[in-house]
């Protein structure tokens, strides 16, 4: 089965650094990615990591540690607009009747409030 | 549009009734996903298509429901004899690439279906 755990729920204020934690047990992992969603709305795509390590987007990066099973969103200078719910999602990949296939199993989703 | 688009925004219906929600993902895009996400929960897993074929469908609850591409671009997911418990967001998602590419999915904004 899958695993995947995140905090329900932080707090920061505008200008500060969050970091949101996913920890993940899947077989056959192949990525990870965190997506944003306000609420009400689709969730956005943020990041992808395969490989272990960082990969930085703007104010956003996000960490890799396949060894570990973990992996971390990091958001600098919140801003109010910030505040929504991270999804955390990891893809497996498995070979089934000649064909290969990836499904994404997302965390709860961290929903984070920014306050001034 | 530029985006995944989906039918109705909102559906209300009866316990036992047939419903059919339409999916029109972004143009080009080969992999369609549809999912089903509970309030503060992340998107759950249901089917997956690459063109036209169906690849996987280990995620769909039972039998009620089922899902078609037929032409590899518009999908429908069917829920036949609706149940309370079927009451949920249902989203739909399309990727460029496969699902086991570095590609990711962008999800529309969904069904809000409620059963009376």
């Known amino acids: 089965g899958q695993n995947i755990d995140q905090p329900t729920e932080m707090t920061a204020t505008e200008g500060a650094i969050v970091q949101i934690n996913c920890t993940y047990q899947t077989s056959g992992f192949n990525g990870l990615f965190w997506y944003q969603q306000h609420a009400g709305e689709a969730p956005t795509f943020l990041s992808y990591?395969?490989?272990?390590g960082l990969e930085e987007k703007g104010r956003f990066s996000s960490f890799l540690s396949r060894s570990k099973g973990y992996s971390y969103l990091l958001l600098k200078e919140l801003q109010m607009k910030d505040s929504a719910s991270y999804l955390c999602?990891?893809?497996?990949?498995?070979?089934?009747?000649?064909?290969?296939?990836?499904?994404?199993?997302f965390g709860r989703g961290t929903q984070l409030t920014v306050w001034p | 549009g530029a985006g995944v688009s989906q039918s109705p925004r909102y559906k209300v219906t009866k316990r036992g009734q047939d419903v059919a929600l339409r999916c029109d993902p972004i143009?080009?895009?080969?992999?369609l996903y549809w999912y089903r996400q509970a309030l503060g929960q992340g998107p759950e897993f249901l089917t997956y298509?690459?063109?036209?074929?169906?690849?996987?469908k280990s995620g769909l609850p039972n039998d009620r429901f089922s899902a078609e591409r037929p032409e590899g671009s518009i999908s429908t997911l069917t829920i036949q004899r609706t149940e309370q418990r079927d009451s949920a967001m249902y989203r739909c998602a399309s990727s460029l690439g496969p699902p086991y590419s570095n590609q990711p999915q962008h999800f529309g904004d969904g069904t809000r279906l409620s059963i009376l």
């Open positions: 143009s080009g895009h080969v992999s």
């Open positions: 999602a990891v893809r497996d990949i498995i070979a089934d009747r000649g064909s290969t296939l990836g499904r994404l199993y």
């Open positions: 990591n395969v490989l272990d």
């Open positions: 298509f690459n063109y036209e074929a169906q690849q996987d």
